[in-house]
Structures are given as structure tokens and as C-alpha cells.
């Protein structure tokens, strides 16, 4: 892609992307909505979505985002569901929607009928999180989610290899089928555990410069996919296995790069997933324009047959998956919170398909080595496109207000408050006496308003999450401790342009100007985090 359109893309989506901030509407719906619209605008450039860019080079980054912000111990706790979902519901769709599809579509063979099973099996749930998160879903849900779509792209790409294999008339049986699963699923997982320790160890040796380690954690996801996949195996769970153990081990590193890091992959991730989605609507003509012998009527049939399919496979497959373990066992009724219908309800719902689906169809040959075309490989490029929208449209767009009318229990604030404080009030104490042991020792002397002063901020900290629960003002709608806070900043930006009018002045230089700025920055975005959480 040249640079200029690539600079179109990633302008377009990201004003687009912060949009829709200021709307109702998801952000990735509003984006696919202008993607599609702007297909339509005459001299767009023709953007093709290439597979060899966004498997190796746009999955990973967001893959090791998702790992980043996800908790490994609650994915551990929910690991059955989740694997459930990843693996069972991602194979079982596959099988469904592939017969579906060789029943309905005449003349497609079955071998083909899987391979597009496999392309349209897997939801991606970058929607639904952010909806779920968005509408205070109850955070085992969204655990679920969020796990179910860092494993199922791995679980896709394999069941769609070894479809492809046979469509194309390679040798491919049952037993070779399940053994490039386990070579791909065990092999990934192998080579993140060899490079997660020594990664993170580097990491930690690296903490005097927050800009290598950065540079490394830019890397981190490239070379474990590309390591993985190298060698055959899945370069996906690679990348999920590392992600999830840097994000367990992050408090290991230095405090200037966990800020910087954050920052660079919202960043990435925003860019990324903003590109991508808009990237599904561009799709559009390319997708028209290879539909060949199908008709307009034809092909769209077989669009709507297998959206309902694709759907109602979800919904067929979750309900047993959530209570027939709990009537079968015991230990997991014991082990695991109770459910209504509402849940399953909201999970099976939450199935929006997305780019990875779109970027396996395009991997599709156009020819096979030695064997021919790829039976009807328009048609199913044609119905990957339609499901996708589809799904993110008529899904994406109904999720919120089901969710609202199913009434889900919340977010229980008060409690995350109230656990918040009881630990931030053991973390102070603690850090008292550490204080008070430091300074029996006369090489930590310090005069005694500077050692007040360590006292009050430590006492600032932990009453500062106790007065959360407390009354709010009634003209402001603040507590005691955001009133507070607010007018710190206010302080600070009273400070900065001090500096600013010295500088200007030339009182003081450029070189100092940063210095004193970069202090009150990190005390602005202290004063915002807490008040933010």
C-alpha cells in the first residue's frame, strides 16, 4: 500500500474513532459504517486487505495489548468456560456452519464448505468488551469474553489449515487433522513459556532506560509470533502466553516505563484497531468485484442462511457449555458462582466476527500448488464479508440495549471501593513502618518537615479512597478528595505558565522549562489517576 493512502487510513479511522466518543454508538460499528460509506466515494484508493500484513504484523500488537490489560488469574479461575468457548465453540462452528454451507450452497464441496466454517468460526470481541466495560457488565462475563478472544484465533487458523489442505487435495485425514492441533496449540504455548522468562528478566534488566525497554516491549509480540509460527506452531498462543506473563509481572519493572509503555500501546492499539475496522468496510468492492457467476439475489441468500447459523450455533452451543458441567459435577457447583439464563443470553449474543476472519479468507490461494482453484473462493470471501457485517451490525447495535433489558447486575462500586481502601489502608500502614524503621537509621536523617511531609502523603493516599464512600458536595457533585484534587491541578496549571512566561522572558531556558514541566506532569497525571479511578 502506498504511503499516501495508508496515511488516508489511519487519519480517517482515528478522527472517526474519537467521534465516536462523543456518540452512543461503538466505536468499531461506526468505524466499519464510514468504511463501508467511504468504499462508495469515486477515486478511493483500493484498499485491499492484505493477509500477510495484518496475520504477522497488525494481530500480535493487539494480541499483546489484550494479554497486557487481561488478569491471569482470573483467566485461570475462569479457564474452563474460556476454553470452552476458545476451542469447543470455534471447532463446533466450524463443522456447523461448514455442512450448513454445503447443504445450502450447490456444488460446493465439503472440504471448501469447512475452510469457510473455520474463517467465519471465530468472534472477535473487541466490540463486546468495550460495550460490556461501557455498560458495567458483571466482570466475570467480560473475563469470559476476553479470554474466549485471545485463544480462538489460534484454535480458527488451525482448523482452517488443516480444511484448506483438504479442499486443495493434500493429504489430510482425521488423525493428521488432530495432530497439527496439538503440534500448533502445545508448540505455541511451548515457545511462549521458553520466551516469557527470559524476556521479562531482560526487561528487569533494563529498568535504568525506559526507552530500551520500551523498544523491547514494541518487539516482545513480533518475535514471539514470529518465533512460534517459524517452527510451525501457533504464533497466536505465543504471543498470548508472553503477554499475559509480562502483564502478571509488570510491578517488576521501573515506574517511568510501566507509564511510558501504557501510553505507547493505547496508542498502538488505538491506531490499530481503529485502521482495522474501518479496513472491514473498505472491503466492499473487492469483495463485488469477484463475486463472478453468483447472482446479486443467489448470494445473498446464502448470506442470510449462514448469519442465522453462524448465530443461532452460538446460542446452541453456549447453554449446554454453561450448565450441563454444573449438573455433571458437583465440584464445579461448589467451585463456581451460579448463573440464570441472562448470562449465557448476553455471552451468546456477544459473537461479532471481525478483521482476523476477513484476513484468513484473503489468505485463501486463488490456486492451489498443482491442484486447481479453490472451489468458489469469491463466494466465500463474499459471505466471510457479509457475516462479519452482519454480525457487527445487527449484534453490535442490539447488544447495549439487550443488555439493559435483561438487567444484569452491575458492578458492585460500593464493594470495589470498599476493597480498594481496606487494601490501600494495609499498604499505608506498612509503608509507616518502613518509614519509621528507615529513620532510626542516622544515614536516612531528615529534617523533620520533609519526614512529615513523606507522613502526609501517605495519609492523603489511604483517606483519600475511604472518602469515596463518603457524602459528595452538593452543588459539585464531588467528594472532599476529588474537590481537593481538582484544585491541585488547577494549582499546577497556575505553575506551568509561570514557567512558560520565565521561559518566554528568558529568565530561564528550554532545557530547564522541560525539566520543571516533566515534574508537574507526573504530578498532574498522578492527580488524575486517582481521581479517574
Known amino acids: 500500500m502506498a504511503v499516501m493512502p495508508l496515511l488516508l487510513l489511519v487519519a480517517g479511522s482515528a478522527a472517526v474513532a474519537g467521534l465516536a466518543r462523543r456518540t452512543p454508538v461503538p466505536a468499531p460499528l461506526l468505524l466499519v459504517a464510514a468504511g463501508l460509506a467511504a468504499s462508495a466515494v469515486p477515486g478511493l484508493p483500493d484498499y485491499t486487505l492484505d493477509p500477510h500484513i495484518v496475520l504477522p504484523l497488525v494481530l500480535p500488537p493487539l494480541l499483546h495489548t489484550a494479554a497486557l490489560d487481561s488478569s491471569y488469574l482470573d483467566l485461570r479461575a475462569n479457564l474452563r468456560p474460556v476454553a470452552l468457548l476458545s476451542v469447543g465453540y470455534v471447532l463446533f462452528a466450524t463443522l456447523v456452519v461448514g455442512w450448513a454451507a454445503h447443504l445450502v450452497i450447490p456444488d460446493l464441496p465439503l472440504t471448501a464448505a469447512l475452510v469457510l466454517g473455520a474463517v467465519v468460526a471465530p468472534p472477535d ?20 469474553l476476553q479470554g474466549e478472544s485471545l485463544v480462538n484465533d489460534a484454535t480458527a487458523i488451525t482448523a482452517y489449515k488443516v480444511a484448506l489442505a483438504a479442499a486443495l487435495g493434500a493429504a489430510a485425514t482425521w488423525g493428521e487433522g488432530l495432530r497439527a492441533f496439538a503440534v500448533a496449540s502445545l508448540g505455541g504455548i511451548g515457545i511462549g513459556v521458553v520466551l516469557m522468562v527470559p524476556l521479562h528478566w531482560l526487561r528487569v534488566r533494563l ?32 504471543v498470548v502466553v508472553v503477554g499475559l506473563y509480562l502483564g502478571h509481572r509488570s510491578w517488576q ?5 510501566r507509564l511510558q509503555e501504557e501510553a505507547v500501546w493505547k496508542m498502538v492499539s488505538f491506531i490499530l484497531e481503529s485502521a ?41 452451543w453456549v447453554f449446554p457449555a454453561t450448565y450441563l458441567p454444573r449438573a455433571l459435577s458437583a465440584r464445579i457447583r461448589a467451585r463456581e458462582p451460579g448463573t440464570n439464563w441472562t448470562a449465557p443470553v448476553i455471552v451468546g449474543w456477544a459473537g461479532m466476527r471481525g478483521v482476523v476472519s476477513l484476513a484468513i479468507a484473503f489468505s485463501i490461494p486463488a490456486a492451489g500448488h498443482g491442484t486447481g482453484a479453490f472451489p468458489a473462493r469469491n463466494l466465500v470471501l463474499f459471505l466471510t464479508f457479509t457475516t462479519v457485517i452482519a454480525t457487527l451490525v445487527v449484534q453490535g447495535l442490539t447488544l447495549p440495549p439487550l443488555i439493559r433489558a435483561l438487567k444484569l447486575p452491575g458492578r458492585d462500586v460500593q464493594a470495589e471501593t470498599l476493597a480498594e481502601a481496606q487494601a490501600q489502608n494495609e499498604a499505608s500502614r506498612a509503608a509507616e513502618e518502613r518509614l519509621q524503621e528507615l529513620l ?66 528568558r529568565r530561564i531556558d528550554d532545557e530547564m522549562l522541560r525539566t520543571l514541566l516533566r515534574r508537574l506532569d507526573l504530578e498532574e497525571a498522578t492527580a488524575y489517576r486517582e481521581v479517574a479511578s
Open 253 to 257: 519493572v521501573d515506574f517511568e516505563t
Open 276 to 316: 482495522v475496522f474501518a479496513l472491514i468496510g473498505l472491503q466492499l468492492p473487492v469483495v463485488l468485484r469477484g463475486l463472478g457467476r453468483f447472482s446479486g439475489p443467489q448470494a445473498l441468500w446464502y448470506a442470510v442462511v449462514l448469519f442465522l447459523v453462524v448465530v443461532l450455533a452460538r446460542f446452541v
Open 125 to 144: 470481541a473487541v466490540a463486546a468488551t468495550a460495550i460490556a466495560r461501557r455498560l458495567g457488565l458483571p466482570h466475570r462475563i467480560t473475563t469470559i
Open 207 to 238: 529498568r535504568e532506560s525506559a526507552l530500551l525497554e520500551n523498544t523491547l516491549s514494541l518487539l516482545i509480540p513480533f518475535v514471539a509470533y514470529a518465533a512460534a509460527e517459524q517452527v510451525g506452531a501457533s504464533g497466536v498462543l505465543a
Open 440 to 505: 532510626q537509621d542516622d544515614r536516612n536523617a531528615l529534617p523533620g518537615p520533609l519526614a512529615d511531609r513523606l507522613r502526609t502523603i501517605m495519609e492523603r493516599r489511604r483517606n483519600s479512597v475511604w472518602e469515596r464512600l463518603g457524602a459528595v458536595n452538593e452543588v459539585t457533585g464531588e467528594s472532599a478528595d476529588e474537590t481537593y484534587r481538582r484544585l491541585a491541578r488547577e494549582m499546577i496549571d497556575t505553575e506551568r505558565q509561570v514557567f512558560v512566561r520565565l521561559r518566554d522572558a
